[in-house]
């Protein structure tokens, strides 16, 4: 008997030794590998920060053996989650000033104001979040009470958007500008011919505000790595950074403090940039990749700032702006064409989107796989969703469903029908990437993918789902957040898919995204998020 049990464990011991090493394994879990197949996995391997094996459990523990292995239980794993449009920088930033996200009111923006002020004590104070849509009195504030509150304090804040700007008179003297202030691609507003401390897109330039400090970059970056881990997400696609913000990234990559892999789109706010660039050439490694540039085409359509082929239903003879002449616009364009960067251009109004796509087009010449980008495509005219046959639709499904109060106002019954219309824009394409453009929008995923397949807010209205026939499936909302927003990048080869050879980047789910009654999406919650197969949160 004690020969038979020393053989049976020399045998085991010999079977165990044929097999492989893994640093990771996961086993009896509900993995959606998002492949081409879009297949679901019970178990995979990873070594080395890359998947080395899927299978059923079975097939995987007979091959692998790992000092590391986890017993999922039937949980729901996705791949790592992909921003594909957000302001992961500013989100930082943000967390180090005044958040007036969710203000019901002027007077609760002020209110915030006063309490920040009492806490920081700062010399300049700035934030962002107000949104006049969500107030009873649906209009732009004004600064006298701005000026009574601060008089010798420069107050500068920010709408939701980024794109509208109310400042107080301490901030207009600091930054000498005057109501007879030339602004072109943007707007002074005026009331009995005073500025009302509102200034819109390009006129936000002018105010001058205080330089940001190393130490403020790095935290704000450390933070929202922080917020963005929490909610599964394992790449961001960066929609515009200046240069010194892409160099602090790079190095506090390579200093492994920051981990997040960031898909960074230069901001082409200035030529110098654009050409200092395309002459370094594509800079990629595993964390950073810089080949695309973010270009403004208009503004947004909370603050009438969007571009419009007609004028605005509520503003007559008010139709919003381009930022730059025509012009410009091909000139960016052809720079870009002639290198190897992508060019991905913010694009709301119907104007903006029938420009760019045309400027795209002459620039492109017929090309195929430059997988340049318009950024939100909001309002399309019906003949000009044609041209996305070779041009990437990138949106953000939770401004549909924040924009879907007033929208109508704006633009109209007729031009609604052209609008947020995501399966349209993805019928046209073949693919579509999603993302949240947080902090203007929440950085929740998961409320991106109840936006896209749902298409209802949190109290369930409206009760039919808005404009519904855009609605896209779950599992076209999944592959916007990993697979088709990883294509967007040129990164499909090497993430976006639980698949053998690519980073293991993954998440682990309280619920199946799924599955689950549709009311129940926006309450999952990521249980654990893995990056390179490391647990990050």
Not at 93 to 109: A, H, I, P, W
Not at 129 to 156: M, S
Not at 302 to 323: P, Q, T, V, W
């Amino acid at each position: 008997m004690k020969k038979i049990l020393l053989f049976a464990c020399i045998i085991t011991t010999l079977f165990s030794c044929q097999k492989e090493k893994a640093d990771l394994i996961i086993i009896n879990s509900n993995t959606y590998s998002v492949n081409d197949n879009f297949d679901k996995v019970e178990a995979f391997a990873v070594k080395d920060g890359k998947f080395i094996a899927v299978g059923t459990s079975k097939e995987i523990q007979e091959k692998y053996q790992s000092k590391n292995t986890i017993d999922a239980k039937n949980q729901t794993i996705v791949p790592g989650l992909i921003d594909a449009h957000c302001h992961f920088f500013g989100l930082g930033l943000s967390e180090q000033k005044v958040n007036l996200r969710g203000t019901k009111s002027y007077d609760e923006v002020l209110e915030k104001l006063v309490a920040f002020q009492k806490e920081k004590n700062t010399s300049f104070i700035t934030g962002r979040g107000w949104d006049q849509n969500d107030w009873e009195v649906k209009e732009f504030p004004t600064k006298e009470k701005l000026d009574k509150l601060f008089p010798t304090i420069p107050v500068a804040i920010g709408r939701i958007d980024g794109h509208a700007l109310l400042v107080n008179q301490a901030a207009i003297d600091f930054s000498e500008i005057t109501k007879d202030t030339k602004v072109s691609g943007g707007e002074i507003m005026m009331k009995g011919g005073e500025m009302t401390g509102v200034l819109i897109d390009e006129a936000m330039d002018f105010i001058k505000f205080p330089s940001i400090s190393k130490k403020e970059a790095i935290q704000g970056l450390l933070d929202a790595q922080k917020i963005s881990f929490s909610y599964g997400l394992t790449t961001v696609d960066d929609a515009g950074l200046p240069r010194f913000a892409i160099e602090l990234i790079d190095s506090l990559q390579k200093a492994n403090d920051l981990k997040m892999r960031i898909y960074a789109m230069v901001s082409a706010d200035n030529q110098e940039q654009i050409d200092y660039y395309i002459s370094k050439g594509i800079t990629k490694t595993d964390r950073l990749n810089v080949r695309s540039f973010k270009v403004y085409g208009d503004g947004a359509l909370g603050s009438r700032g969007a571009a419009l082929r007609k004028s605005y239903s509520d503003r007559e003879n008010h139709f919003g702006a381009l930022i730059y002449t025509p012009k410009r616009y091909q000139e960016i364009a052809k720079q870009i064409a002639a290198s190897e960067f992508q060019m991905n251009t913010h694009a709301i109004g119907d104007s903006a989107n029938t420009w760019m796509l045309k400027t795209y087009k002459e620039a492109l010449k017929g090309e195929k796989n430059r997988r340049w980008r318009i950024e939100h495509a909001q309002i399309v005219s019906n003949d000009d969703f044609k041209n996305f046959d070779n041009i990437l639709p990138s949106v953000q499904p939770t401004h549909a469903t924040s924009d879907m109060y007033w929208a109508k106002d704006r633009i109209g019954k007729d031009r609604m029908k052209g609008a947020y219309a995501y399966k349209k824009l993805l019928n046209t394409y073949g693919k579509i990437a999603l993302g949240t453009d947080f902090p203007v929008e929440q950085v929740n995923p998961f409320l991106t993918f109840y936006a896209a397949t749902i298409r209802k807010d949190l109290n369930n209205y409206p009760e039919n789902g808005f404009q519904i026939e855009n609605v896209l499936t779950r599992e076209e909302t999944l592959k916007g957040m990993t697979l088709w927003a990883a294509y967007a990048n040129f990164e499909e080869d090497e993430k976006g898919s639980i698949e053998v050879g690519k980073f293991a980047d993954f998440v682990i789910l309280n619920q199946n995204i799924m599955e689950v009654n549709g009311s129940e999406i926006p309450k999952t919650k990521v249980i654990s998020t893995f990056l390179n197969g490391e647990k990050v949160y």
